[in-house]
T-cell receptor
Framework: AQSVTQLGSHVSVSEGALVLLRCNYSSSVPPYLFWYVQYPNQGLQLLLK??????LVKGINGFEAEFKKSETSFHLTKPSAHMSDAAEYFCAVIRGGTASKLTFGTGTRLQVTL | KAGVTQTPRYLIKTRGQQVTLSCSPI?????VSWYQQTPGQGLQFLFEYFSETQRNKGNFPGRFSGRQFSNSRSEMNVSTLELGDSALYLC?????????????FGQGTRLTVV
């Protein structure tokens, strides 16, 4: 069964610093991978998704992620953190085909400090 | 285009009662999925409906049920509420099924069981 593991439940960076949120997947077939962001008392918003078209995926708000099959990773990065990036981030995987069920990681709360 | 609308946003119920949550998907979307989010268990898949048929079900007791109407609106029902049912319930809609479609999430219904 597909699953994702997010390393680090809390990450703190200074404003302007690099953001790196880690996600590793476990899958026996090529996965479809997603990063979602959740602001307090809000639903989930899709940041980006990997569907095998390109290994480097660019998303909204300056975020990007690189799919590395050899490392089974799909880490989320942003070159320069902004205060508005403070939120919880979830990595998710979908089985593919007609399945729409998303399996989420445990989430990483990003704190951005001045 | 209106997003996914979940009603009510907040709900307080007593143990043993039942509750019905509503989700109106984005116009034209035929797939609706429900997720439960708790601090302890994270985001867990409840069920998915497509064209009024339940296509997938998560590992939840039979007290959790749902349905989808011909206009794609969906409801989920929880009977005999327990304290552990306190959670944020998220609904997601997508145009079709499967990994190639993007899931759009509503803001959720926060259910508190006392």
């Amino acid at each position: 069964a597909q699953s994702v593991t997010q390393l680090g439940s809390h990450v703190s960076v200074s404003e302007g610093a690099l953001v790196l949120l880690r996600c590793n997947y476990s899958s026996s077939v090529p996965p479809y991978l997603f990063w979602y962001v959740q602001y307090p008392n809000q639903g989930l918003q899709l940041l980006l998704k990997y569907t095998s078209a390109a290994t480097l995926v660019k998303g909204i708000n300056g975020f990007e992620a690189e799919f590395k099959k050899s490392e089974t990773s799909f880490h989320l990065t942003k070159p320069s953190a902004h205060m508005s990036d403070a939120a919880e981030y979830f990595c998710a995987v979908i089985r593919g085909g007609t399945a729409s069920k998303l399996t989420f990681g445990t989430g990483t709360r990003l704190q951005v400090t001045l | 285009k209106a997003g996914v609308t979940q009603t009510p946003r907040y709900l307080i119920k007593t143990r043993g009662q039942q509750v019905t949550l509503s989700c109106s998907p984005i116009s034209g979307h035929r797939s609706v999925s429900w997720y439960q989010q708790t601090p302890g268990q994270g985001l867990q898949f409840l069920f998915e409906y497509f064209s009024e048929t339940q296509r997938n079900k998560g590992n939840f007791p039979g007290r959790f049920s749902g349905r989808q109407f011909s206009n794609s609106r969906s409801e989920m029902n929880v009977s005999t509420l327990e304290l552990g049912d306190s959670a944020l319930y998220l609904c997601a809609s997508s145009y079709g099924q499967g990994s190639n479609t993007e899931a759009f999430f509503g803001q959720g219904t926060r259910l508190t069981v006392v």
